[in-house]
């Protein structure tokens, strides 16, 4: 099975500040790498696919790169809402993993 | 509006049995993949099961391999999760979700199974 890890595990952050989370697949899985951001007690939500694909309605503060191995998100500008725990996982194969998630709240 | 509605949750003794729903509108759902994924409380999520279009390919978590069991009625647009010799452990929220462009897309707000005695 492929693992994933994410990092940080939490972070506290400003509004307006640019945050960047990490995620770690334990082998190649090309582009196949989505993001996800769930609030308490709401059910996930897509917001990158495929690497760095923004799914429709997702605003364009949210960005995604990398391959193989190594992926990042990005939020360019923290914005209240933003405030959330984000999951990356990945769809090369099943079972298709999740990362342990990264807790995003107010510094 | 794409709709996903789950339901079929509840509290239920080890050893038991319960079927999820899933129902879909606002969809052609025989178009779709879709999967399950699950929560436990304050924990974060895990992949459950896929099932394709045709219901001709399915795949399950290793965890559940054996006692779960994915289906899909695509005249009815519902989905299914059979989950027998229910286990403490197995006690979460479920999702479904809409599989697309190799993610899940559309989620449903999940219901509720409690293993306990």
């Known amino acids: 099975d492929i693992q994933m890890t994410q990092s940080p595990s939490s972070l506290s952050a400003f509004v307006g500040d640019r945050v960047t989370i990490t995620c770690r697949a334990s082998q190649s899985i090309s582009s196949f790498l989505n993001w996800y951001q769930q609030k308490p007690g709401k059910a996930p939500k897509l917001l990158i696919y495929?690497?760095?694909s923004l799914q429709s309605g997702v605003p364009s503060r949210f960005s995604g790169s990398g391959s193989g191995t190594d992926f990042t998100l990005t939020i360019s500008s923290l914005q209240l809402e933003d405030f959330a725990t984000y999951y990356c996982?990945?769809?090369?194969?099943?079972?298709?993993?999740f990362g342990p998630g990264t807790k995003v709240d107010i510094k | 509006e794409v709709q996903l509605v789950e339901s079929g949750g509840g509290l239920v003794q080890p050893g038991g049995s319960l079927r999820l729903s899933c129902a879909a509108s606002g969809i052609t759902f025989s178009n779709y993949w879709m999967h399950w994924v699950r929560q436990a409380p304050g924990k974060g999520l895990v992949w459950v099961s896929r099932i394709n279009s045709d219901a001709s390919n399915t795949g399950y978590a290793d965890s559940v391999k054996g006692r779960f069991t994915i289906s899909r009625d695509n005249a009815k647009s519902t989905l299914y999760l059979l989950v027998n010799s229910l286990r403490a452990e197995d006690t979460a929220t479920y999702y479904c979700a809409t599989g697309y462009n190799h993610a899940m897309d559309v989620w449903g707000r999940g219901t509720t199974v409690t293993v306990s005695s």
């Open positions: 996982q990945q769809s090369y194969s099943i079972p298709f993993t």
């Open positions: 495929v690497a760095s």
